[in-house]
């Protein structure tokens, strides 16, 4: 088996396209040793997955993706290794689903409001049960044929800065800290140069970060070394995955980023630890 593993994959139970049965079958041909689903807010697909593993399958590690304000700005926040039917976490994220259905609402009366209707019923029929996300509300615009394109409906409508533009509901990253730890996990700095989220490095490592995410499409190889030095000089972990939504990005490609496995094995350490703490 490979040593290389993808720790953030996204399915359709939050924005992601590709069903858990779709995933797992494209991670067999990787032959990788581990992945994580990391869908915003539920972890639901990885109950779903794991029944699906099966001798000789890569290891599947419990994982998910929360939001945290910092600023104004949003902060993704990746946890792992935590316990899946921790109560703390699994009321949290039904809190966040149920603010997301509310924020989705929102922005559907917002764009009402600017002469674009769709019905919000088409939007869940987009999501199918699944967490609803602004991709649902830019592909329902462009079946019902409000917009031309799937990415016409951020640039034009719901992206940051755009009118119907609402933020999800998030925690503060104490209380996401918090919470991952509470629940035995691991806490990582998602796509950390992505809005320039690395400037809050120093006061999350001050909050109990435990790692970055280094391996990203949104990293430069020239970056990736630079990083990795950061987070020594921290004591911080490194992580990576392929942020794989489905859409065909070509640089999303579940499982090919080749990250190698000990990052999985510190990951480990640091998570028994956290354990023994609380
Ligand atoms: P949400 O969690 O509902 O705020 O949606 C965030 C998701 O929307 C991201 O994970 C991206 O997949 C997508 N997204 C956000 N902004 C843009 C943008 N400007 N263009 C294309 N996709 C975007
Ligand atoms: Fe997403
Ligand atoms: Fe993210
Ligand atoms: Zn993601």
Known sequence: ??????????TNHSDGTSSVGEILDMLRKQDLAAFALADHDTISGYHEMQPLITLGDPELVPGVEISAAVEGDEMHILAY?????????????NQ????????GRLIVQRLKDLGISIPFEEVE????????????IAETMHRLGATRSYQEGFDRHIGKGRPAYIPKPTLDPPEVIELIHGAG???????PLVDGMIRHLDMMVGLGLDGIEVWHYSVMHKDVARLKKLAAKHNLLVTGGSDF????EPHQVPGRQQIPIDCLDSLKVRATEIRGRV
Do not use: E
């Open 185 to 191: 996990g691991v806490a990582v700095m998602a796509h």
């Open 125 to 136: 029929r987009t999501a199918n049960h699944s967490v609803i996300g602004r991709p649902h």
């Open 96 to 103: 966040f689903q149920h603010g997301r259905n509310q924020r």
């Open 245 to 248: 939504h489905g859409r065909g």
């Open 1 to 10: 088996m490979a040593d290389y593993i993808d720790l953030h994959i996204h």
């Open 81 to 93: 290794l935590f316990d899946p039917d921790n109560d703390k976490l699994n009321s949290a994220l």
